[in-house]
């Protein structure tokens, strides 16, 4: 099958130096290359198409989210077989063919993704797919585990991660790729259960793997070290966004009384960490959009074909260790999951 590959991209023109020779690497695996440029003002456009002279840039006037760009890399494309990179990613034409013979071996499945290793940590796996918190997280599957060898055959989860993944667009059921009222964080997790609901499968594929290098200033957590203010919006509001379109009625009864006391606990760590403003922020936002989410929320309950209870899963709260720093947020925390471990024993029966 033909394959075009899509690259996302602000300002990267600094990964896009360590990562495009990679794409050229890939030869014919890949059909075409597209650069998704996100409003970048750092050249990033003109060094793509000199290292690939036959790549295709996208173009967006304004940096509105890295989902908006693959939304537009997914109606670009002209292959149905479409693989989706961050513009830290460094990819293999041994993974890319991986992750499509994967997908064409099984003919409900919609996204394949790849084991994600760190550059700074190769041994270590970063993560291998995810699965799906009832809190409303994403759980990392296997990851910051030790590297070890892959699962011989992928292994189906509930939801994905975008750093890099491999979609079919004729199997994609949804009218929408990415949810444009995502901001950045969550936003991938939305269409991972997305796809879930509707019926679909979403496979991890151990033995195709890609580099992850150091990710966005102001957003991811490697660069910097600590939770940006851009981070916490989007993290708060993203969660909220996912619970209210894509959980259903049921579920958030049952769950409500544990949903209530995570969030409360939530909003006294903002406090101690002086993030308020962000939780407030995030607050007014969903209160804006609330009509819309309800009106996509209504489409995505009415044509569901998966139950909550296949997907919701129980364990400690994801959670970055990096917030915990005292003894007294390590108490808390620990509080916290004593008490949404005990919560999710008895709630898991009623859904």
């Known amino acids: 099958m033909k394959i075009t590959l899509c690259i996302v991209n602000h300002d990267g023109a600094v990964h896009l130096h360590d990562s495009l020779p990679c794409v050229i690497a890939l030869g014919q695996v890949v059909d075409e290359v597209l650069l998704l440029d996100n409003a970048s003002t750092d050249g990033s456009q003109d060094f793509f198409l000199k290292s690939v002279p036959d790549g295709r840039v996208i173009q967006l006037t304004e940096n509105r989210s890295p989902g908006a760009a693959r939304s537009a890399g997914f109606k670009a494309a002209r292959n149905d077989y479409i693989l989706f990179a961050d513009n830290d990613i460094r990819l293999s034409a041994a993974s890319a063919q991986t992750l499509a013979a994967a997908l064409d071996r099984r003919s409900n499945a919609a996204i394949a993704m790849p084991r994600v290793i760190l550059t700074a940590r190769p041994d270590r796996i970063q993560y291998e797919g995810a699965y799906c918190h009832w809190l409303g997280h994403m759980i990392l599957r296997n990851e910051d585990s030790p590297l070890r060898p892959a699962e011989p055959v992928p292994v189906p989860v509930d939801s994905m991660v975008s750093a890099c993944f491999m979609v079919v ?28 609901l509707a019926g679909r499968e979403i496979l991890a594929v151990a033995d195709a793997v890609v580099m992850h290098g150091a990710g966005t200033p102001n957003l991811s957590l490697r660069p910097g070290g600590s939770y940006a203010p851009r981070r916490v919006l989007t993290l708060i509001e993203g969660r909220w966004r996912h619970l209210m379109k894509n959980v259903s009625t049921r579920s958030l009864v049952v769950l409500g009384p544990g949903l209530v006391a995570y969030e409360l606990a939530q909003l006294a760590g903002a406090a101690a960490k002086g993030w308020l403003p962000h939780w407030w922020r995030a607050l007014r936002n969903t209160l804006r959009d609330f009509g819309e989410i309800r009106a996509v929320r209504s489409a995505i309950q009415g044509t569901r074909r998966v139950a909550d209870r296949e997907l919701l899963r129980g364990g400690p709260v994801p959670f970055k260790p990096e917030l915990a720093g005292g003894r007294g947020s390590k108490l808390a925390l620990a509080m916290l999951n004593a008490f949404c471990g005990a919560y999710w024993k008895i709630a898991r029966h009623l859904l």
């Open 169 to 196: 667009r004729s199997r994609w059921p949804d009218a929408t790729f990415f949810d444009p009222g995502y901001r950045f964080y969550y936003e991938d997790h939305d269409v991972g259960v997305r796809a879930r």
